[in-house]
């Protein structure tokens, strides 16, 4: 199954958002325009829904894909990263000319040849 992790750059950014707004959580929707990157948001500030999925966490921040969009990366690993531009509306990375990517990678299938 999948994991999340991050890079040093995406960590730092955390780490400011963090330090401005405490503890955090990220939610990857997979839906279209600000909904298919993922969104920071205040810990108390999102409701997680019965089929969102946590997939890990990043520096002790919870990471949940909503249900229907881990169906179809349950195989990949994301790693979330930062790139120059404005987050989403609502997430705490817009305004700080970074915002959060994710970009990701299938996970390595099991060999079955030997069985």
Request: hydrophobic share 35%; charged share 25%; net charge negative.
């Amino acid at each position: 199954m999948g994991s999340v992790s991050a890079t040093p750059a995406a960590r730092e950014l955390l780490r400011e958002i963090v330090a401005d707004h405490g503890p955090v959580l990220f939610h990857q929707s997979g839906g279209c325009c600000d909904g298919s990157s993922p969104m920071c948001y205040p810990a108390n500030g999102f409701l997680i829904g019965d089929a969102d999925v946590k997939l890990g966490e990043i520096d002790g921040m919870p990471f949940y894909i909503g249900g229907a969009q881990y169906e179809r990366w349950k195989h990949t690993d994301l790693v979330l990263d930062v790139v120059a531009g404005r987050g989403g509306m609502f997430s705490l990375d817009n305004g700080r000319e970074r915002r959060f990517l994710i970009r990701s990678t299938l996970c390595e299938a099991p060999d079955t040849a030997d069985r």
